[in-house]
Nanobody
Framework: QVQLVESGGGLVQPGGSLRLSCEAT????????MGWFRQAPGKERGLLAS????????NYANSVKGRFNISRDNAKNTVYLQMNNLKPEDTAIYYC?????????WGQGTQVTVSS
């Protein structure tokens, strides 16, 4: 079983940056693609960014392309989401997930609030 724990969320001013981390325990996730999702109040959870098991391939939602960067360190069993130029509309709960054919394993989420 894989447990995912996100960290790094918080309150940041518009234009600021945050780096989210997602550490996997229980089993290695080095063979899984990983992704970051977010869910704002009253909205559906959506995929923001994904990264292949090797880190060689990444994909981004249009809303975050050029501002967010996903990366992974398989030696640390950890995935990161660097978020730059944050906007109020980025306010949401951010989740990481591991893809074992489907998005099977989920973290508990970390709150990101962008406000002045």
């Amino acid at each position: 079983q894989v447990q995912l724990v996100e960290s790094g969320g918080g309150l940041v001013q518009p234009g600021g940056s945050l780096r989210l981390s997602c550490e996997a325990t229980g089993r290695t996730v080095t063979n899984y693609a990983m992704g970051w999702f977010r869910q704002a109040p009253g909205k559906e959870r959506g995929l923001l960014a994904s990264i292949s098991w090797s880190g060689g391939s990444t994909n981004y939602a249009n809303s975050v392309k050029g501002r967010f960067n996903i990366s992974r360190d398989n030696a640390k069993n950890t995935v990161y989401l660097q978020m730059n130029n944050l906007k109020p509309e980025d306010t949401a709960i951010y989740y990481c997930a591991a893809n074992a054919g489907v998005w099977k394993y989920w973290g508990q989420g970390t709150q990101v609030t962008v406000s002045s």
